[in-house]
């Protein structure tokens, strides 16, 4: 058995940050030579590592991996972004920006994480998550 660097940490009682939850598995991939148009919804989590233009609607997470590319608009619960995405980008919950990310258009958020790195042309609305 391989055990990274954080997961022997915890496993030898070492302590680290706790991840949290783990994430659902995932529901769809769209892979990195796919390319699709149109409307999306989606229940789950669904990653998209190709050329998605159109309208992308979840309940649950997306993940845009390096090589994604979204045009159009995006609404769902949380996001990581890895990719590129022109247009809208609504995530209602939290949204990871990774320092490969490169999105112009408009972010409407409920919270931010933005790493050193990522290209941003955006008008931001970050509204804070409520704890229920």
Do not use: N, W
């Not at 949290?20 to 990653?47: C, I, K």
């Not at 979840?58 to 608009?73: A, K, M, N, Y």
């Not at 990774?98 to 042309?121: H, M, N, Y």
């Amino acid at each position: 058995m391989f055990l990274s660097g954080l997961s022997l940490r915890r496993a030898l009682g070492l302590g680290g940050a706790d991840p949290g939850p783990a994430p659902s598995p995932l529901a769809a991939v769209l892979g990195p030579d796919a390319h699709h148009q149109g409307d999306l919804s989606f229940e789950g989590r669904v990653r998209v590592d190709g050329h998605f233009t159109g309208r992308l609607y979840g309940e649950d997470s997306l993940e845009l991996g390096v090589h994604g590319l979204i045009e159009g608009e995006v609404d769902v619960a949380d996001a990581i972004i890895a990719g590129t995405v022109r247009g809208r980008l609504r995530v209602r919950r939290s949204l990871r920006v990774e320092p490969t990310a490169d999105i112009e258009g408009l972010i409407d958020c409920g919270a931010i994480e933005l790493l050193p790195g990522a290209r941003l042309k955006v008008e931001l609305r970050a509204h804070g998550v409520s704890e229920a």
